[in-house]
């Protein structure tokens, strides 16, 4: 069973095309291995996607974590976390809430402004289950009462590159586990590019690192040392596509007896 990020890692940053990782993904759907989307998308977005990518048949890991899209559906079941979230800030003291725009303050155009998706997949985007993604435009000092009021109601925190998201904890992890004791398969990968993906690519037996020219690369990871992490040359669905054939080629290897 396949784990994997999408941005950066099996959709490409700039053309958000996969079509370069389109062989692997078959020998994958040849094996019957699941293949488990797992992004900041909303339910929404990843519902069209997963089922573009043939794989609506698996569990999709929406929203950072924060919650799960199950098979087949297109639509995430009710909002009920989300508006939880949405009750909290509307309990923290105006002087501090006013400092934070969520997506839900904002219109489908500003959205569209800030991440550059376009208006429509920007309005997708604003469909939110789980979790609140917004801007922090005060001090800091301000930003850890506001986070210590959101905490007192069950909220987490994550900062991200832009926008910090609010949630009731859920991550990537946790729905990555749920996952494999419910399907229990043989061997389990993850693919990821970024820190927010670090913490799957060391719970699976093999995790992948997909080369991200635009950042950092990521830093030795908990598993490295054992030989449980292989970091790919190439960016994106090129970089997906070699490290799911050689995985493939190396399990098929140590299943086959040695002749003679
Ligand atoms: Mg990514």
Known sequence: MVFTDLDGTLIDHTTYDWAAAQPALDALHDMAAGIVLASSKTAAEMGP?????????????????????????????????????????DGVPSDLRQQFRGFGDMTAQDVSDLTGLSPDDAALAKQRCFSEPGLWSGAKADKEAFLAALADDGITAQQGGRFLTLSLGR???????????????????????????????????????????????????????????????????????????????????SRTPPHG
């Open 49 to 89: 996607l997963r089922a573009k990518m043939g794989v609506q048949k698996w569990p999709a890991i929406v929203e950072n974590g924060a919650g799960i899209l199950p098979p087949f559906k297109m639509q995430a079941p009710a909002a009920e976390d989300y508006a939880k979230v949405r009750a909290a800030l």
């Open 171 to 253: 991550n990537k992890v946790d729905h990555m586990r749920d996952i494999i004791d419910l399907y229990q398969p043989q061997h389990t990968v993850a693919l990821g590019d970024a820190p927010n993906d670090i913490a799957m690519l060391e719970h699976a037996d093999i995790g992948v690192v997909i080369a991200n020219p635009a950042r950092q690369p990521l830093p030795p990871l908990k598993t490295e040392k054992a030989g449980r992490i292989i970091r790919t040359q190439d960016a994106g669905p090129v970089g997906w596509n070699w490290a799911i054939l050689h995985l493939i080629d190396r399990f098929e290897q």
